[in-house]
């Protein structure tokens, strides 16, 4: 069964850069979407980045040009990386997985079959 582990979330200040990870702990195939939701408690949950197998990206309207997610095959790690990062960015990160059937990944949760625990991004003014 698939495993998925964050890790890299902290607090920083605002225009500050983080780096998170998502560790596979199987194989995941070759046909997939990796991506990165993120959540504030009493709010709806956010589609943040993807990663198609293919190696093509989606990014939300809200982090384009700051974000960039990316991933280390030889590792089985999907990063996001975080610039310029401001304080409505403050939330909880998920990793998330499903099988790709064609087309680009959608940042729809509903769509993804596997789920890590989260890890904990704060940014302060």
């Known amino acids: 069964q698939l495993r998925l582990v964050e890790s890299g979330g902290r607090s920083v200040q605002a225009g500050g850069s983080l780096r998170l990870s998502c560790a596979a702990s199987t194989y995941i195939g070759t046909r997939y979407c990796m991506s990165w939701f993120r959540q504030v408690t009493g709010k709806e949950r956010e589609g943040v980045a993807a990663?198609?197998?293919?190696?093509?990206?989606t990014y939300a309207d809200s982090v384009t040009g700051r974000f960039s997610i990316s991933k280390d095959n030889s590792k089985n790690i999907v990063y996001l990386q975080m610039n310029s990062l401001k304080p409505e960015d403050t939330a909880m990160y998920f990793c998330?997985?499903?099988?790709?059937?064609?087309?680009?990944?959608?940042?729809?949760?509903?769509?993804?079959?596997?789920w890590g625990q989260g890890t904990q991004v704060t940014v302060s003014s």
């Open positions: 990663w198609h197998s293919t190696g093509s990206t």
């Open positions: 998330a997985y499903t099988r790709s059937y064609g087309g680009p990944c959608l940042l729809n949760g509903d769509i993804y079959t596997s």
